[in-house]
């Protein structure tokens, strides 16, 4: 629903953009762009901030390792 809404509401806009003054059409048409970009930057921000966190530390996982070694070496 919120995309056919979007749709019909840039057709208005794209019809009345073609009825104004150029200079007129290209600021608005400029700003649109513009904010798409920006809001695509700020997702993209957001995605990276939510994936970038759950990274294990590699000193805990070195740790690990060792200890799993030791294992080893104290079996045989």
Same mark, same amino acid.
């Given at each position: 629903?919120?995309?056919?809404?979007?749709? /019909?509401? #840039?057709?208005?806009?794209? #019809?009345?953009?073609?009825?104004?003054? *150029?200079?007129?059409?290209? /600021?608005?048409?400029?700003?649109?762009?513009?904010?798409?970009? #920006?809001?695509?930057?700020?997702?993209?921000?957001?995605?990276?901030?939510?994936?970038? /966190?759950?990274? *294990?530390?590699?000193?805990?996982?070195?740790?690990? #390792?060792? &200890?799993?070694?030791?294992?080893?070496?104290? &079996?045989?």
């Amino acid at each position: 629903m919120y995309l056919l809404f979007v749709i /019909i509401l #840039f057709s208005l806009l794209g #019809f009345t953009l073609v009825s104004v003054d *150029p200079l007129l059409a290209g /600021i608005v048409g400029f700003a649109i762009i513009a904010g798409c970009l #920006f809001k695509i930057i700020h997702m993209l921000n957001d995605l990276h901030k939510h994936f970038s /966190i759950e990274k *294990p530390k590699k000193e805990s996982v070195q740790e690990e #390792f060792d &200890r799993y070694l030791k294992e080893l070496d104290d &079996r045989k």
